[in-house]
Nanobody, 121 residues
Framework: QVQLVESGGGLVQPGGCLRLSCTVSGTTFRIYAMGWYRQAPGKQRELVATITSGSSTNYADSVKGRFTISRDNAKNTVYLQMNSLKPEDTAVYYC???????????????WGQGTQVTVSS
């Protein structure tokens, strides 16, 4: 049973920083792209940043220059360093990954349970 477990959310003042982590546990054959999405109250879930297995990255325009995504393949973990946080960054942040659980299966999408990030003074 594959699980994605996130940590690192919390309450921070505008201009502050947080670092989110997401670790994949369970039996995996190969982990492909990993990423972070967020959903604010009353809004649709949106992409924040993604990183391929080769460490190519992609960011939403709203976070470019402030957020950095990285991964540690040895630890099956993806990180999101968030700097210069703004109130509009407030949302539940979800980890996502495409994972093959065996050589005979196709990659499937997996999601974490979400972690709350609140930016407020």
């Amino acid at each position: 049973q594959v699980q994605l477990v996130e940590s690192g959310g919390g309450l921070v003042q505008p201009g502050g920083c947080l670092r989110l982590s997401c670790t994949v546990s369970g039996t995996t054959f190969r982990i492909y792209a990993m990423g972070w999405y967020r959903q604010a109250p009353g809004k649709q879930r949106e992409l924040v940043a993604t990183i391929t297995s080769g460490s190519s990255t992609n960011y939403a325009d709203s976070v470019k220059g402030r957020f950095t995504i990285s991964r540690d393949n040895a630890k099956n973990t993806v990180y999101l360093q968030m700097n210069s946080l703004k109130p509009e960054d407030t949302a539940v942040y979800y980890c996502n990954s495409q994972i093959r659980t065996s050589w005979s299966t196709n990659p499937s999408d997996y999601w974490g349970q979400g972690t709350q990030v609140t930016v407020s003074s």
